[in-house]
């Protein structure tokens, strides 16, 4: 019998990356595979290739042995293949019912069915475990049971397979305890799952069978579940590039640069932030998505006001309240977003470059085209960038020149507080050990580094000290000797989450 | 030494824009039809009306080109022409006020507008199109009840501020074509936003706020002064140009004076290369732009004056053809670029 989904040779490639290198996939009925790797590995575009979401630029995708060609979602769902996203997609205005049958409502002439999209979502309702009523509010589920809904929407059309993202990233143990128990009563059911997580804890208690990704390609495959065990999965998912990726010797730090004392950001008001950055130091922030650290950073950064609390640059209160103050006091932020909010896109390399630092360099408001010049000109080989010259638009950079660019403009202002928010995400692997070696060239300069990732590796091989959140606190810190994967999980999972450390 | 190269380069090329040529082509080819077609185009008289008008859209042209460089949009154009327009004439002739004084006032009122158009926008969020056409409407009717919707002018008198529009300057002697004042008003203006936005820090700074307004924000850029600045700009110059259209034509009818006229300067900006996504703009292809929506309507007065009813459809066809052009232009630039 052929397999549910094969994947044949799939490639794809975005302007400045290669996203997927020849990777091949099968899943077989009732099989649960986990598919890891790190961030930027590939694993969401191969979903959504998956999916139909995109389609391949090469490669073959074949549904019970027969070739298939998507040409969109409806393609893939009409083949029993769903895609389940970590952010759900239901209408929290709507009753479950309305949201099972959400765009194919059953009508009884020309009006909606009620008494029958009832029945048949509580039909659904009652294969997951949910005994709810289908006229409940979705609004007044936990996160975790509207998960359980989408999951429900998805077998109602007659799904398959399901494609899950990160589908614990939300949720409490609890809740991850019983999706765990519906994921094995559909795989007993026949229903095959692609589960995709960080959380090899996760993947150990849960997988048949085991697939790594690494910098676009097949890194390896864990084939029995007696096989799948933690080294092994970091092993095949770091790869030989742990080297390039190792830690550099640490600074000795000097004195505070930035102290943060009981500071209120908007995402959680009713919580308090304290902490301390030296100079030379280089102290990470880790935590999962929704944890409040980009509030925290753009708080910091004056772009978001603080509800109370002070931020204080070497022993000065400032608690900027614009970026412009911040900049003022010496702070930069690298952001997150780099094409959307680090980068003017439409500009020039050198023109970004000297956006901060420009107004310093002018003569009565006129532009120092002279100092502009200069500027871009040393910044380029510092960092390494590689770009044809310095008017070139920047939007035709690769993803690590342009966060160097991104950097350069806040270098050139001279700050004393670096604050980098995924410094490296999307950025190939000889981009990312080039901006960890500057960023280390920086803290032995005496700069004082503050950086958000939830990117484990870079996490464990770049801080000097790490700091946790969990739902906007700070769970805990970590010295070097502490830093290891289960330490960090276990904070970050509010430090009860004793599955995480198995 | 490099460097200068490099920036007289960079100032070259975004004179000199493919966008700019494209549409100086539109601008020559019609130039050539219209002559070719009529005796009378290339007549000094003509002339002199071509660039003295264009002088006048130009100014708002430019008012309006920093409010679309950031993005937003300016509808009130045509009224604080009709309302400075009035004024003027009303405060000199039936209030007796100094030239001076008068001047200043009407000149102040544009930046009082234009700053409140932009504390609106920028304090309290409003969409730029539904604060400016409240201007529109508001203005007009302040105009038109101040007056009792009398046509206000100066008669014979004020021949000396009048001279700022009326005046020829005889470059090439007594006969032949004479330089119209408004022309040199125009280049000061333009000369001064072309710096301006290519060489200043608040130029730079209203540019990248127009293409990215969260990454100018989070570069530290107060978009919120910026953006205020470029309202205040567009109402200034918009009653710079109404305080010229009255001094030019020396009769204001508050019910119709200035009517369109912020479509006529967003077309030409449009047309002269400004994207109304913002960040976009050059004062040399807006020039053009003016120029070529002047000489649109002097081609039709002169070649084909029974269809001068249709003059609206006619101007709009073209700028419609010429976004579509620029569009596909763009867009096969952009293929080709692509990976």
Known sequence: MPPLLEAHRISKRFPGVRALDDVSLTVASGEVLALIGENGAGKSTLLKILAGVQPPDSGEIFVDGKLARFRGVEDALSMGIALIHQELNLADNLDLAGNIFLGREPTRRGLLDIPRMHREAAHWLTRIGLEIDPATPLAALSIGRQQLVEIAKALSTSARLLIMDEPTSSLSARETETLFDVVKGLSRQGVSIIWISHRLGEVKSLADRVLVLRDGKNAGEIPTREGIDHERMIHMMVGRDIDRLARRPSHPPGEVVLAVDELRTPAHPELTVSLDVRSGEIVGIAGLVGAGRTELLTTLFGVTPAGGGTVAIAGRAITPRSPQEAIHAGIALVPEDRKEVGLILDMTVRENMSLVAVANESWLGFIDFQAEHTLANAMIPALSIKSASDTQSVKFLSGGNQQKVVMAKWLAMKPRVLLLDEPTRGIDIGAKAEIYDLLHRLAGEGLAILFVSSDMEEVLSLADRLLVMHEGRIAGGLGRDELTEENVMRLAAGGTHTRMSA | ?339
């Open chain 2, 1 to 339: 030494m490099n460097a200068m190269i490099a920036t007289l380069g960079g100032t070259l090329r975004r004179l000199i824009s493919p966008k700019v040529i494209g549409i100086l082509g539109i601008l020559a080819a019609v130039c050539l039809y219209t002559a070719v077609a009529s005796d009378n185009f290339l007549q000094a008289g003509n002339l002199e009306r071509i660039v003295h008008r264009t002088a006048l859209f130009g100014v708002l042209s430019i008012g309006v080109a920093f409010v679309i460089i950031t993005g937003g949009i300016d509808l009130s154009i045509g009224s604080v022409v009709c309302l400075v327009g009035v004024l003027l004439p009303w405060l000199l002739v039936h209030h007796g006020w100094s030239v001076p004084v008068a001047v200043a006032f009407v000149l102040g009122l544009g930046a009082i507008i234009g700053l409140l158009h932009g504390l609106l926008i920028t304090r309290l969020g409003l969409q730029p199109f539904v604060v400016t056409l409240c201007g529109l409407l508001f203005y007009r009717g302040v105009a038109r009840g101040l007056t009792q919707d009398n046509s206000q002018g100066f008669g014979t008198a004020f021949k000396g501020l009048r001279s700022l529009a009326t005046a020829r300057i005889p470059i090439f002697g007594d006969a032949g074509f004479q330089l119209p004042a408004t022309t040199l008003i125009f280049l000061v203006i333009a000369v001064l936003a072309a710096v301006f936005l290519n060489r200043t820090v608040w130029g730079r700074h209203l540019v990248a706020l127009g293409c990215n307004e969260q990454a100018a924000r989070y570069s530290g850029i107060n978009t919120g002064r910026m953006t205020l600045l470029a309202y205040v700009i567009s109402s200034t110059l918009a009653a710079l140009g109404g305080m010229l259209f009255v001094l030019d034509i020396n009769a204001a009818q508050p019910s119709d004076f200035g009517n369109f006229y912020e479509l006529y300067a967003i077309a030409a900006a449009v047309l002269g290369g400004c994207s109304l996504r913002g960040g976009e703009g050059s004062i040399l292809g807006l020039i053009v732009g003016s120029a070529l929506m002047v000489v649109l309507s002097n081609m039709i007065n002169l070649v084909h004056p029974r269809y001068q009813n249709i003059e609206f459809a006619i101007i709009g066809g073209v700028i419609l053809a010429g976004v579509i052009a620029d569009e596909v232009v763009r867009r096969f630039a952009r293929r080709r670029l692509a990976p």
